[in-house]
């Protein structure tokens, strides 16, 4: 049981990951613009500011993983997503494509992974202390 746990959290983390990583590239600036570095640090603080404000985020994001395989032949596996988070401890994804339809629940007191395409699921609760949300 503890092993799906970890494979469902790892499939979502890793969705989660790539997708911020493709919000931060992005984001960044048109290779024409020339800000100095305390332009550049002013912004990042806004933004860093106005995301620290909001009691609600959300996005979508599509990923592709490439394999090359033995033969040197290129697989492209794509799949799409949802990511809501609502402070301070709550959370919403979901990850579909060929392999995977998974989704990841986190109402402040308790982790639900489903597997829907394995029609599974697992619960586990998790201790107020340890939400990656707290502000102590």
Not at 3 to 11: M, N
Not at 15 to 26: D, H, Y
Not at 104 to 119: I, P, S, Y
């Amino acid at each position: 049981m503890k092993q799906l746990v970890r494979k469902i959290a790892g499939i979502s983390l890793a969705g989660i990951s790539a997708a911020s990583l493709a919000l931060i590239l992005g984001l960044g600036t048109p290779s024409g613009a020339n800000a100095d570095e305390k332009d550049a640090r002013s912004l990042v603080k806004a933004m860093s500011d106005y995301l620290a404000a909001q009691k609600a985020i959300s996005f979508a994001y599509d990923a592709d993983l490439e394999i090359v395989t033995k033969d040197q032949q290129k697989l492209a596996l794509a799949s799409s997503g949802t990511v809501t988070l609502n402070r301070p401890d709550k959370i919403r994804s979901t990850r579909a494509g060929g392999f995977a339809d998974v989704e990841m629940v986190f109402d402040g007191k308790m982790l639900t992974l489903v597997d829907k395409n394995a029609n599974l699921y697992v619960q586990v609760d998790i201790p107020a202390q340890s939400t990656i949300w707290s502000t102590s």
